[in-house]
Nanobody, 121 residues
Framework: QVQLVESGGGLVQDGGSLRLSCAAS????????MGWYRQAPGKQRELVAS???????NYADSVKGRFTISRDNAKNTVYLQMNSLKPEDTAVYYC???????????????WGQGTQVTVSS
């Protein structure tokens, strides 16, 4: 069974940094895209950043220049380095991956349970 396990969230002051990690496991045959979404209270879930297996990246305008996404294909792990954090970055951050498993042999989107990031002013 596929699992995406996130870690690295927490409480940080305005201007601080955090690094999120997400490790995928469970019969993975191919891992096409990995990324991070976030959802703040009362708001819709939004894309923060994504990265393909070849390393192409995409960022939300609000985090460009502050956040960096990277991945380790051998470990099926994606990272999100978040610098210069702002109170408006406060949200639950969700890892996502578009993967093919040996069981289904078709691409599906999988989600982690989320990790809380809180930036205090």
């Amino acid at each position: 069974q596929v699992q995406l396990v996130e870690s690295g969230g927490g409480l940080v002051q305005d201007g601080g940094s955090l690094r999120l990690s997400c490790a995928a496991s469970g019969g993975i045959f191919s891992n096409r895209i990995m990324g991070w979404y976030r959802q703040a209270p009362g708001k819709q879930r939004e894309l923060v950043a994504s990265i393909t297996s070849l390393g192409s990246t995409n960022y939300a305008d609000s985090v460009k220049g502050r956040f960096t996404i990277s991945r380790d294909n051998a470990k099926n792990t994606v990272y999100l380095q978040m610098n210069s954090l702002k109170p408006e970055d406060t949200a639950v951050y969700y890892c996502t991956a578009e993967m093919m498993t040996t069981e289904t042999m078709r691409y599906q989107n999988y989600w982690g349970q989320g990790t809380q990031v809180t930036v205090s002013s």
